[in-house]
């Protein structure tokens, strides 16, 4: 009986030790689980990024027709390049009015270079969807800078779009020798 109390006694005096013991037993314990559970492999998979191919055809009054592709985004002029340039019997003042060699060309395009004399109605060479077109592209269009490119865009976040290409005249800047110009270019 006297060991008993003996027992008892010291563990009433080592209490606070032992309350620390079984509390680092403890937070031993869940250290130990959680490194286990931080262990679990982790594997990052980096996408292989796909090669930007952009492809082109040209046809008409070219020294090389045909359908180039580019591992770079490239213009209309570095198309026209790649074809060996403008033939002889190229209509020159068609491609000055109405082609815009400064403009992005885009995936899928099909360029046609019409010679001297040749009838070219209807013809939708570039033609940009007015109600989608970036600022940027706007601004590759002849005639139109920054200044009326914000112009076109605020008119048609104001309008819901524009319902004709004629109603591109309503914008502030495009008067009617302007819009003659801009209209082989543009479609809905």
Do not use: C
């Not at 509390?23 to 262990?39: C, D, K, P, R, V």
């Not at 790649?82 to 109405?98: F, K, P, Q, S, T």
């Not at 076109?152 to 914008?171: D, M, S």
């Amino acid at each position: 009986m006297l060991a008993s109390n003996q027992i008892r006694e010291f563990l009433y005096r080592q209490r606070p030790y032992l309350f620390l013991a079984l509390g680092l037993f403890a937070i031993g314990l869940g250290i130990s689980q959680l490194h286990q559970a931080m262990e679990t492999k982790v594997e990052i998979v980096i996408p292989t990024p796909t090669p930007f191919v952009l492809t082109a055809e040209i046809n008409g009054a070219v020294y090389y027709s045909g359908v180039y592709r580019f591992t770079h985004p490239v213009r209309i002029k570095e198309l026209l390049i790649a074809a060996g340039g403008l033939a002889a019997n190229a209509d020159r003042n068609w491609v000055n009015h109405y082609l815009n060699l400064a403009a992005p060309l885009n995936d899928g395009e099909k360029i046609y270079i019409p010679r001297r004399g040749e009838a070219v109605a209807g013809q939708q060479t570039l033609a940009i969807p007015l109600n989608q077109a970036t600022f940027q592209l706007l601004t590759t269009l002849p005639g139109v800078g920054p200044h009326l490119a914000a112009a076109i865009i605020h008119y048609r976040q104001n309008h819901q779009g524009f319902k004709t290409i004629e109603e591109l005249q309503a914008v502030p800047g495009i008067g009617p020798q302007l819009f003659q110009k801009l209209k082989p270019f543009l479609r809905l």
